[in-house]
């Protein structure tokens, strides 16, 4: 059972590349500087480097450890960083072959993971949509999605929701029930995976099975992921929440909302060339506060229906631009 005080947020994203660790590491950090008991966990099994985001050697036991040794006590993980309030559980650690853990074992970090105590605890996942990513997500019903503002990251990210919903729904129905048996078969039999939406499965299923039909609507209600920008150029860029609402509502049926932004920074690259954390390198850097001000966020309003707060996301991205700018 996770601790009332702890608050878990998974952060995943549709692609590689788009800064998923970067904001995985110096969220973490920013919550720790903020006085918030903060553990940040690579989750990113096969492909762990968060490490290096936080500036440290990968010398450390860590998840792949603790997947061949469960007795191995989870909470001995932990390494302690140079900030106070951090403690940081390495992923792969110096174990390799870990893209693939059995169910069994996922189960069990999970369980692990609920049971650690932390105000904050951050999962930085793998990027795509591996049952991995998609099961460690689904861990709480609100969860970080970082995208980019170019196109391909775009679908990338809706292709991760819909991955995650339809994941969502067939693990949550009984195993050999007619609602779970006909989404299956909705999906195996497309001849377009692309075009099937979470409405059209409520259709198909509603017809046979009403209670089933309710049951999933009410899943997807309360399913709100937030979005955080990265690499993001300027105010224009602002068309993009109107354009994944749109999508999202009628391609997923859901409301996500709006949580961050962190414009383009050569701080960003400069901090990872020099191996240490965006916040060590230059805690002043417009990336760096944009991180800050998104911790902020968080600590005030991670537990509030956001989605339909949109025009309070883009006055408060306007107002920090505008500051950047002056």
């Keep these: 059972m996770m601790r009332n005080e702890t608050k878990i947020i998974p952060i995943a994203g549709g692609k590689g590349g788009i800064g998923k660790s970067l904001i995985a590491a110096n969220l973490s950090i920013a919550l720790a500087q903020l006085g918030h008991s903060t553990i940040v966990i690579d989750l990113d099994l096969g492909g762990s480097n968060l490490h290096l985001m936080l500036g440290l050697q990968n010398e450390n036991r860590g998840i792949g450890d603790y997947v061949h040794n469960p007795k191995l006590p989870f909470e001995s993980l932990c390494v302690q960083t140079e900030w106070p309030h951090l403690k940081f559980i390495p992923g792969d650690g110096t174990t390799p072959f870990l893209a693939n853990i059995s169910y069994a074992g996922k189960q069990n970090i999970i369980k692990e993971i609920q049971n650690l105590s932390a105000e904050y605890i951050i999962l930085d996942l793998g990027a795509g ?41 067939d693990r949550t129905l009984p195993r050999n029930s007619k609602a ?47 979005i955080v920008y990265n690499m993001i150029h300027g105010l224009q860029e602002l068309r993009l929440v109107n354009i994944i609402n749109k999508s999202a509502k009628n391609i997923l049926s859901i409301n996500p909302s709006h949580m961050g932004v962190v414009f383009v920074d050569q701080a960003v690259p400069d901090s990872i060339r020099n191996s240490v954390s965006l916040l060590r390198y230059d805690e002043k850097s417009i990336a760096a506060q944009c991180i800050f001000c998104l911790a902020g966020d968080i600590t005030q309003s991670w537990d509030e229906d956001l989605s339909e707060a949109d025009q309070v996301y883009i006055k408060k991205t306007t107002d920090l631009f505008n500051k950047f700018t002056e």
Aim: charged share 20%.
């Design 129 to 169: 949509t591996s049952f991995n990513t998609l099961d460690f997500f689904q861990i709480v019903n609100r969860g970080i999605l970082v995208t980019s503002g170019d196109r391909i990251s775009l679908i990338n990210m809706l292709s991760f929701l819909k991955n995650f919903l339809l994941r969502t729904i």
């Design 180 to 226: 779970r048996i006909q989404i299956q078969d909705i999906y195996s039999q497309s001849s377009n995976r692309a075009k099937v939406t979470i409405n059209s499965v409520l259709n198909t299923i509603r017809s046979s099975d009403a209670e089933a039909a309710n049951h999933i609507s009410r899943l997807c209600k309360n399913i709100q992921p937030r």
